[in-house]
């Protein structure tokens, strides 16, 4: 069987790529996928992804420790909000946290229909290609976009992604969007920093003083730890961990 990757630029296209037999690889750049992959090198047990507020105020109520925000606030019973500089080994380590957001947390749950389900960032872009390698025929990169639309840097980090998995790990694509992201992760591959700074979610996250999680966000390789969702809760598959623990 050939090796195969395909880009979902927005959960308003997932049902032309809802593939049963592909991974689903979940990415939220900005900010869901990187908090979670914070989170877990940072020592986090277990994360409960939940689509609905209603449901976060729930597992709180029961006593869970509750990361949620939407449209970037943090929601009134929340412990806190989606930065990944929220979690700090000292809040995290060793904790099960409710992970509740606009845009990511949704995501994770339509792409349940998959064979499985792995969240990736930049944080462990090398990671997330290596376990593909050794995992899957089928991948399906999903962004999660904005409320169902395109983001930028989300289109960006899938054609890192595909051509990392392309160049490396002997997979290709037929798929146009995969392409149209690797194009434009070769425009901004050389200034990855410099180039996001046009994405609309950048701008809206410096109208609410959030934007200072940006260069952390794009950067390459901070922890091996994938990610992995079981169907209700998200587990770290790897203990071999490059922390570096900056933040």
Same mark, same amino acid.
């Given at each position: 069987?050939? /090796?195969?990757?395909?880009?979902?630029?927005?959960?308003?296209?997932?049902?032309?790529?809802?593939?049963?037999?592909?991974?689903?690889?979940?990415? &939220?750049?900005?900010?869901?996928?990187?908090?979670?992959?914070?989170?877990?090198?940072?020592?986090?047990? *277990?994360?409960?992804?939940?689509?609905?507020?209603?449901?976060?105020?729930?597992?709180?109520?029961?006593?869970?420790?509750?990361?949620?925000?939407? &449209?970037?606030?943090?929601?009134?019973?929340?412990?806190?909000?989606?930065?990944?500089?929220?979690?700090? /080994?000292?809040?995290?380590?060793?904790?099960?946290?409710?992970?509740?957001?606009?845009?990511? *947390?949704?995501?994770?749950?339509?792409?349940?229909?998959?064979?499985?389900?792995?969240?990736?960032?930049?944080?462990?872009?090398?990671?997330?290609?290596? +376990?593909?390698?050794?995992?899957?025929? /089928?991948?399906?990169?999903?962004?999660?976009?904005?409320?169902?639309?395109?983001?930028?840097?989300?289109?960006? +980090?899938? $054609?890192?992604?595909?051509?990392?998995?392309?160049?490396?790990?002997? +997979?290709?694509?037929?798929?146009?969007?995969?392409?149209?992201?690797?194009?434009?992760?070769?425009?901004?591959?050389?200034?990855?920093?410099?180039?996001?700074?046009?994405?609309?979610? /950048?701008?809206?996250?410096?109208?609410?003083?959030?934007?200072?999680?940006?260069?952390?966000?794009? *950067?390459?390789?901070?922890? &091996?730890?994938?990610?992995?969702?079981? $169907?209700?809760?998200?587990?770290?598959?790897?203990?071999?961990?490059?922390?570096?623990?900056?933040?």
């Amino acid at each position: 069987m050939s /090796r195969t990757v395909e880009v979902c630029f927005s959960p308003s296209l997932f049902n032309h790529h809802a593939d049963p037999s592909a991974i689903m690889v979940v990415v &939220d750049v900005l900010r869901a996928s990187s908090a979670i992959c914070t989170a877990f090198a940072h020592g986090a047990s *277990t994360i409960i992804p939940v689509a609905e507020v209603e449901e976060a105020l729930r597992l709180k109520m029961q006593g869970f420790l509750v990361a949620a925000e939407r &449209d970037g606030k943090v929601l009134d019973f929340a412990d806190f909000g989606n930065s990944p500089f929220n979690f700090k /080994r000292e809040v995290v380590e060793g904790r099960s946290i409710v992970y509740s957001t606009t845009n990511g *947390t949704k995501a994770i749950q339509m792409a349940s229909i998959g064979k499985e389900v792995i969240v990736s960032s930049f944080l462990n872009l090398s990671a997330t290609a290596a +376990y593909l390698g050794a995992h899957a025929d /089928r991948v399906v990169i999903f962004c999660s976009g904005w409320k169902g639309r395109f983001s930028l840097e989300d289109a960006v +980090y899938a $054609g890192a992604l595909a051509e990392k998995l392309i160049r490396e790990q002997g +997979y290709s694509t037929i798929c146009d969007s995969a392409i149209a992201a690797m194009d434009v992760w070769q425009v901004a591959k050389p200034n990855l920093v410099g180039y996001i700074q046009k994405a609309a979610q /950048r701008n809206r996250l410096r109208k609410m003083g959030l934007d200072d999680v940006i260069e952390f966000c794009h *950067t390459p390789d901070y922890t &091996d730890i994938i990610p992995r969702f079981d $169907g209700s809760s998200l587990k770290p598959f790897c203990e071999n961990v490059k922390l570096k623990d900056t933040i």
